[in-house]
């Protein structure tokens, strides 16, 4: 077997192993994932690149992401098959690129030094042995070492707890290192000395740039890679490699400008802030992840023992100031709170590399034991690797964390509930909710925001990173129609500065009420969602000159009755057998008649001031004060009823004309 086929086999067999490392994270998908995701949908919907009807923000960092979901959702791909499908993509042409700078052609150009540049005369013997091409067909054992630095590399990246649970998480850090890795194995040449042609390099970079707002980071620290390994001469070529990237980043920077009238994105207002407990934050960060990223770095640190191979020393400083640059800022902006230590993957691509340099050097040494010594500090290394990320925390987080899929449950009932009346959902987590509900939403945490973004509460930088926006007055200004705390199950308790702010309104313990939702596609899931009782909302009761209509869904009130979808798609109270339900309102003196639309027999029960006036079967005539009046209703069949509404009518109206006001 030719060595080009060998390498085409260490590809497809790391490709294997990331797939198999990957599988074991799902069906995990991060909920800013489904961020982007609302973008690409509402793209797809003839809504533009927004995240809900009205004010235009820019609430994702990954604009190429978002339109490659889009193109892809176009094509009639489900949009989280499309990340899936892009994520293993990318991370597998990571793995590409450093399987291909190994190869046969490249390998035996860049292997050994120049001669003189190996201390005690080793560079130019080693050069012969191991770079000069042979006058007969490679031996199987040199087949074999060649295979060494491109399998050491394609299977760091493989088993990496980042790379894999990024290439299933649905958010662009497989764009990241695809675009990362192709950018720096073809900027190869222009620190070796071997070319003068910056657009190979410089089209990833551009991409990058694209990718990720913060991605003119890499595009920097490899054009200073470039002036100081070359000295003056690298000058122009590191000015020409900057182009394209630079003009990716102004053509960004216009659209942002004149789309969303912002210079820089929402994303950054809401979390980016430069503080002392940011830097303590994301130095915790990457002190955490290199302890388990330890035995990669193991294998990095291999190029301090290269002596004066200059071709190698040029490649590790090439690849080391992009991680410097990295890690840098990664630490100034307080490190990520998601799963998989997702600002790590550019640090795990570049240590792959820089493994793969040391593994290259070691094998092509003319030194048997420097060779043997190379192939098992390899294997050590990464046997160390994959122990630890298996076992890595971070990567347990992925396996566990499922409550987005808990949010498609109870969005599909929100959506298939309410979406005709297009109520305002105001939530925490803002992509699984308004992603699988499609209603029109308040990002309560401000990354969607652009009035929470621009204005901070008092000691902003201080705590949980991307959580700390909020504003109660504002949310309550806006009435949503529905209010979420937490996650999607909601509840009683927010956990953010919004929630604990709009708890403590009155208005808002007044005119909202809290209810349960149930909801049993794909899996039954119960949900505590505040819903506009009061005040001319969408969901709330509706009064007019005709009577009152108090839909089913207030009847939900307790845990013992919550409000579902009934067999004709109609949300309303499911009263179980001996179980009920009760609302109140706010009612005036007179004599009502109360009607029920339900699937069974009920019977109601009124009270006032702790006093029953009227009990019985619907329809149900009484007379009331002014003043509160709560209603409770009971099932009186063996199998339950859906209540869907209750109608309170004036005595007075014949019942041939009442109708729904």
Not at 4 to 21: D, E, K, T
Not at 104 to 129: D, N, V, W
Not at 602 to 612: H, N, P, T, Y
Request: glycine share 12%.
């Amino acid at each position: 077997m030719k060595e080009g086929r060998l390498h085409l086999v260490v590809f497809a067999a790391a490709l294997a192993v990331l797939a198999l490392h990957a599988s074991r994270y799902l069906p995990f998908i991060a909920d800013d994932a489904l961020i982007s995701l609302r973008y690409a949908q509402r793209l797809l919907e003839g809504h533009g690149l927004s995240w809900t009807d009205g004010e235009r923000v820019e609430g994702y960092s990954n604009l190429l992401w978002v339109l490659a979901a889009a193109a892809l959702g176009a094509l009639g791909v489900e949009l989280i098959a499309a990340v899936r499908i892009l994520g293993m993509l990318g991370m597998g042409a990571a793995i590409a690129a450093v399987v291909w700078v190994h190869g046969p052609s490249r390998s035996a150009r860049g292997s050994g030094a120049r001669g003189g540049e190996s201390g005690a005369g080793e560079g130019a013997e080693a050069m012969k042995t191991a770079a000069a091409p042979p006058a007969d067909e490679p031996s199987f054992a040199a087949r074999l070492q060649a295979l060494v630095p491109p399998l050491g590399a394609a299977l760091a990246l493989a088993l990496a707890g980042p790379i894999a649970v990024w290439a299933i998480g649905g958010l662009e850090q497989a764009f990241v290192a695809a675009f990362l890795a192709w950018a720096l194995v073809l900027a190869y040449p222009l620190v070796d000395g071997d070319g003068e042609r910056v657009l190979p390099a410089a089209v990833p970079l551009a991409l990058l740039v694209l990718t990720r707002p913060d991605g003119p980071i890499f595009t920097a620290a490899i054009a200073l890679a470039i002036v100081v390994c070359r000295g003056s001469g690298g000058l122009g070529t590191a000015a020409r490699l900057i182009v394209l990237p630079f003009a990716a980043f102004v053509g960004q920077l216009g659209f942002r400008l004149s789309y969303y009238g912002e210079w820089v994105a929402n994303t950054a207002r809401a979390k980016v802030v430069f503080s002392l407990e940011r830097l303590g934050q994301g130095l915790a960060y990457l002190g955490g992840g290199g302890l388990w990223l330890g035995g990669l770095v193991l294998l990095a640190l291999g190029v301090l023992f290269v002596g004066r191979d200059q071709r190698v020393r040029r490649r590790a400083l090439l690849l080391l100031l992009p991680l410097a640059f990295w890690l840098a800022y990664v630490a100034a902006v307080g490190g990520d709170i998601f799963p998989g230590r997702r600002h790590l993957v550019p640090a795990v691509v570049i240590l792959a590399l820089l493994g793969a340099e040391f593994l290259r050097w070691a094998t092509s040494h003319r030194s048997p034991e420097v060779r043997l010594g190379g192939a098992a500090l390899g294997l050590l290394a990464l046997t160390i690797f994959a122990a630890a990320q298996w076992r890595d925390p971070h990567n347990h987080r992925a396996i566990h964390e499922r409550w987005e899929w808990d949010g498609r449950v109870v969005g599909h009932l929100l959506r298939d509930a309410f979406s005709e009346k297009a109520p305002l959902l105001a939530v925490d987590p803002a992509g699984c909710l308004p992603f699988f509900s499609s209603l029109p939403s308040l990002d309560m945490l401000g990354l969607n925001d652009g009035f929470l973004a621009k204005n901070p509460p008092p000691g902003f930088g201080e705590g949980f990173l991307g959580h700390e926006l909020g504003d109660g007055a504002y949310v309550l200004s806006r009435n949503p129609d529905l209010v979420v705390f937490c996650l999607p199950g909601g509840g009683s308790r927010p956990c953010f500065r919004s929630g604990r702010e709009l708890i403590r309104e009155p208005r808002f313990r007044r005119e909202w009420s809290l209810l349960t939702f149930e909801a049993h596609a794909p899996h039954r899931f119960t949900a505590q969602i505040w819903v506009r009782k009061e005040g001319g909302g969408k969901l709330g009761i509706e009064r007019g000159d005709r009577g009152i209509v108090i839909p089913g869904y207030f009847f939900a009130t307790a845990s013992a009755v919550s409000a579902t979808l009934g067999p004709d798609g109609r949300i309303g109270a499911h009263l179980e057998p001996g179980r009920s339900g009760k609302s109140s309102l706010a009612v005036g003196a007179g004599s009502l008649v109360i009607e029920a639309d339900a699937s069974d027999p009920i019977e109601l029960e009124l009270r006032q001031a702790g006093r029953r006036i009227a009990a019985g079967a619907p329809p149900l005539q009484a007379s009331v004060a002014e003043g509160e009046l709560v209603i409770t209703a009971t099932s009186t069949t063996s199998h339950g009823a859906h209540l869907r509404e209750l109608r309170l009518l004036p005595a007075a109206i014949p019942a041939s004309t009442r109708a729904r006001p």
